[in-house]
């Protein structure tokens, strides 16, 4: 006996989903016939020269932007104490963008690690400051632009909304408590209350 209700559709798979499996496949079939065509050209110490001494610049460049990161983790803190102590509100004016792109320099460092000779040149692409200034930007607008356009009920608009502006029209992420609600645990039968009202 059917009762006439149609099953719900499958969610429409996204094209990242359905096309990285396949950019994968290719990306490893080109490093491993880049390796066998240098090989065959140079001979098997080059290549391994090359691996050897991509994975040595890779870990360096690595040790260095971790460094780099723990330094403005550690002058931010430091910069928080003594804004807490005065009364000041902390800014964040003393930043370049060359700081900001820790997180680029690190997946540089990270390609140059991998054995392969186009994640090598990739992984060099990111040790050049305009090109980590240029992704930087692009990777913040196609935040921005996804994060305004996010549907309603989506967890894009959560975020969205958990946004609260300061005075002084700086952004602040925080979230709403409220003091007169139930602070007791849970009832199993008792509905949960709505995410959003």
Do not use: C, H
């Not at 396949?22 to 080109?30: K, Q, R, S, Y």
């Not at 804004?83 to 700081?99: D, H, L, R, Y």
């Not at 305009?130 to 692009?138: A, D, I, K, P």
């Not at 996804?146 to 946004?163: E, K, V």
Request: hydrophobic share 45%.
């Amino acid at each position: 006996m059917t009762t006439g209700a149609t099953p719900p559709l499958a969610p429409k798979r996204s094209r990242a989903r359905t096309f990285l499996p396949l950019g994968i496949a290719v990306w490893l079939v080109l490093e491993i016939w880049l390796l066998t065509v240098v090989a065959n050209a140079t001979g098997a110490l080059t290549v391994l020269a090359l691996l050897v001494g991509g994975a040595v610049l890779g870990a360096t460049v690595m040790k260095r932007a971790g460094r780099r990161a723990f330094q403005n983790l550690t002058t931010t803190f430091q910069q928080a104490q003594a804004a807490a102590q005065t009364g000041e509100v902390p800014s964040a004016a003393g930043k370049t963008g060359a700081e900001d792109r820790n997180g680029f320099l690190m997946l540089g460092g990270l390609l140059l690690m991998i054995p392969g000779l186009v994640s090598d040149a990739a992984g060099l692409l990111l040790l050049i400051p305009q090109v980590r200034s240029f992704l930087g930007r692009y990777a913040e607008k196609a935040v921005e632009r996804r994060m305004t356009a996010a549907p309603p009920g989506s967890l894009q608009d959560a975020f969205q909304q958990a946004r609260m502006r300061r005075p002084d029209g700086k952004v602040v992420q925080g979230e709403v408590v409220r003091e007169d609600a139930n602070q007791g645990p849970r009832r199993p039968d008792e509905p949960r209350p709505p995410l959003m009202p």
